[in-house]
């Protein structure tokens, strides 16, 4: 069992605390065990810091989460480490959201409906429950238009700002439900808390 879990995310670093409160149940999990999880993000580059942690942080378990910007394959984490040169055994700690961290926000609509109040079109948001299904490109134009005539106004606009507010809200059990890879995410680490 791990000592230290390193979480590289892709985004800018104003989403950590964001993460920090969608993964608590892990945080929450790995201190129980003395074990400590830190949050970074990579911003543009998260192969070179990850590169970077597999080198600094040896006796970390260092995990990479990414947007996949396409449909998942079973094969993804597997290629990018042949395309970065990583070693295979790394392929378990790379994980993906399906098509991009955007898709977690449509499995819990109700949390949305909640920040962004009057003015805000829950219909504009694709119905599909398996939020892993839904194309990039309709992610985004349904979330412009469900936002833009908010209070807060085009939630792409003010990413910077509505994304952490966001990631804290939602209901991470309904996203389990509706993203298989974040699903993926808190089993791997919860099963590797449990080695003991």
């Keep these: 069992m791990p ?12 989403l950590k605390p964001g993460f920090a409160a969608f993964f608590s149940e892990l945080k929450t999990r790995a201190m129980a065990k003395r074990c400590k999880v830190e949050f970074i993000a990579t911003g543009g580059k998260p192969q070179g810091d990850f ?23 079973p094969n993804l984490s597997a290629a990018l480490c ?30 949305l409906a909640g ?30 238009a469900a936002t833009k005539d908010t209070a807060k106004r085009d939630y792409f606009h003010h990413k910077a700002k509505h994304g952490p507010d966001l990631l804290a809200l939602i209901n991470p059990v309904l996203v389990r ?12 680490v919860l099963d590797r808390l449990a080695e003991s």
């Design 82 to 111: 042949a395309e970065q040169g990583w070693s295979q055994s790394h392929a378990d700690s790379i994980f993906w959201m399906v098509e991009m961290m955007e898709s977690w926000f449509y499995a819990d609509k109700d949390a």
């Design 115 to 144: 920040y962004y109040k009057k003015g805000f079109r829950k219909e504009a948001l694709k119905a599909n429950s398996r939020v892993e299904e839904i194309p990039k490109q309709d992610l985004i134009s349904g979330l412009k």
């Design 177 to 188: 439900k509706a993203a298989p890879n974040c699903e993926r995410i808190f089993k791997a």
């Design 51 to 73: 590169t970077l942690a597999m080198a600094t942080h040896q006796t970390a378990w260092n995990i990479l989460i990414r947007d996949s910007e396409r449909p998942y394959k």
């Design 3 to 14: 000592t230290e879990i390193r979480i590289y995310f892709e985004g800018d670093k104003s």
